[in-house]
């Protein structure tokens, strides 16, 4: 129903016409929710849906317009399979990297992209222990000797380093703030860096996805906690801020904390509407999860698996 409503009035303005012969017409969209017979398309349009608010400080805010370090060197990467977003954050200085969310198919492409760079890479972090990926992080470690694993201490999985609430993820002179935002599993984290005292890049894992949010059905999925998680902990910051997910599954790429606070159909919710809402998602059991959630939980080192 959010995007209809903006599309008719758009409609209306450029063509003058009943917005709902238009797009019967056009065949834009199945107009379920219009009457089939307009006799008066100005008693149609009284019908549409008023345009949605501003934000509360009557700025609509669509995208960022906040600055990331110019000696920060920042990647999003896209694996085609699982949905998953990786991301490359360097200090161009020191030519220290990290790299958040690897996939283990896609290893050979991160691989390159350091060596093409020039960059050595200190970390492959894990926003959490994910079940539709296997992460490259063991893989990586094997390439790039000096790499080093991370993920929560929440997560109950294997790893070089453990992570915690209020912990630094440091790369050159780039530090992370980690922030434990769990509900989609116990040990999820969103990661922030900060610019000029405010954050300019959050990575939020699963805990937020653009308009959406990771299930949780499964792990230790808790919907109280995850709204609570989401709330205080990311939707509270400025609302130009850029957020950047784990996943996306309609072609986007990053969102605002405004945009979010505007237009995510769960998280806009009440905390009972948004459980009832999870409660009756009927998400099929995931795919990869059998095979995914052993391997990441020994974050990718196949070696170090119990069976093995
Ligand atoms: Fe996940």
Same mark, same amino acid.
């Given at each position: 129903?959010n995007v209809i409503p ?6 209306r303005?450029?063509?003058? !016409?009943?917005?709902a012969?238009v797009?019967s017409?056009s065949?834009h969209r199945?107009?379920?929710? =219009?009457? /089939? ?7 149609t349009?009284?019908s549409?849906?008023k345009?949605?608010?501003t934000h509360?400080?009557g700025?609509?805010?669509?995208s ?5 370090p110019?000696? !920060?060197?920042?990647?999003q ?5 699982s949905y &998953?977003y990786t991301y490359?954050? /360097?200090d161009?200085q020191? @030519?220290e990297a ?6 283990l198919e896609?290893?050979?492409r991160?691989?390159h !992209?350091?060596e093409d760079?020039?960059l050595?890479? #200190?970390f492959a972090?894990? &926003? ?5 990926? *296997? &992460?490259?992080?063991g893989e990586l470690k094997?390439? =790039? ?5 991370v993920?929560?201490e929440q997560s109950g999985?294997?790893?070089d380093v +453990?992570?915690?609430?209020?912990? #630094?993820?440091?790369f050159?002179?780039k530090?992370?703030?980690? !922030?434990?935002? $769990?509900?989609h599993t116990?040990?999820c ?10 954050p300019?890049?959050? =990575?939020t894992?699963?805990?937020?996805l *653009?308009?959406?949010?990771?299930r949780?059905?499964?792990?230790e999925?808790s919907?109280?906690?995850?709204y ?5 902990k990311?939707l509270?910051?400025?609302?130009? &801020?850029p957020l950047? $997910?784990a996943?996306d +599954?309609?072609?986007?790429t ?6 979010? @606070? ?5 998280l806009? @919710?009440?905390?009972?509407?948004f *459980?009832?809402i999870m409660?009756k998602?009927?998400?099929?059991? $995931?795919? /990869?999860?059998d @095979?995914s959630? $052993?391997?990441n939980m020994?974050?990718?080192?196949l070696?170090?698996l119990p069976?093995k």
């Amino acid at each position: 129903m959010n995007v209809i409503p903006r599309c008719l009035h758009t409609v209306r303005r450029l063509s003058g !016409l009943c917005p709902a012969v238009v797009l019967s017409a056009s065949a834009h969209r199945p107009v379920r929710f =219009f009457p /089939a017979r307009c006799h008066s398309w100005k008693l149609t349009c009284r019908s549409i849906p008023k345009p949605r608010p501003t934000h509360p400080t009557g700025v609509r805010c669509m995208s960022s317009t906040v600055q990331i370090p110019s000696d !920060l060197l920042f990647r999003q990467l896209f694996d085609y399979q699982s949905y &998953t977003y990786t991301y490359l954050l /360097a200090d161009r200085q020191t @030519k220290e990297a990290i790299l958040i969310d690897p996939v283990l198919e896609l290893v050979n492409r991160d691989a390159h !992209l350091l060596e093409d760079l020039q960059l050595s890479l #200190k970390f492959a972090v894990n &926003t959490h222990c994910h079940a539709d990926h *296997i &992460t490259g992080t063991g893989e990586l470690k094997k390439r =790039f000797p000096g790499c080093r694993s991370v993920i929560s201490e929440q997560s109950g999985a294997k790893a070089d380093v +453990y992570i915690t609430e209020g912990d #630094k993820v440091a790369f050159g002179s780039k530090v992370l703030e980690v !922030l434990s935002t $769990p509900g989609h599993t116990n040990g999820c984290l969103t990661f922030v860096l900060h610019h000029n005292e405010r954050p300019v890049l959050v =990575f939020t894992g699963d805990a937020l996805l *653009i308009r959406g949010c990771g299930r949780t059905d499964f792990q230790e999925g808790s919907s109280a906690t995850l709204y609570e998680s989401v709330h205080r902990k990311i939707l509270s910051m400025p609302l130009d &801020t850029p957020l950047y $997910p784990a996943h996306d +599954y309609t072609g986007q790429t990053s969102t605002t904390v405004g945009e979010e @606070k505007m237009y995510n159909a769960r998280l806009t @919710k009440t905390k009972e509407e948004f *459980i009832d809402i999870m409660e009756k998602l009927n998400l099929p059991y $995931p795919k /990869a999860i059998d @095979k995914s959630l $052993p391997a990441n939980m020994v974050c990718g080192v196949l070696e170090d698996l119990p069976n093995k």
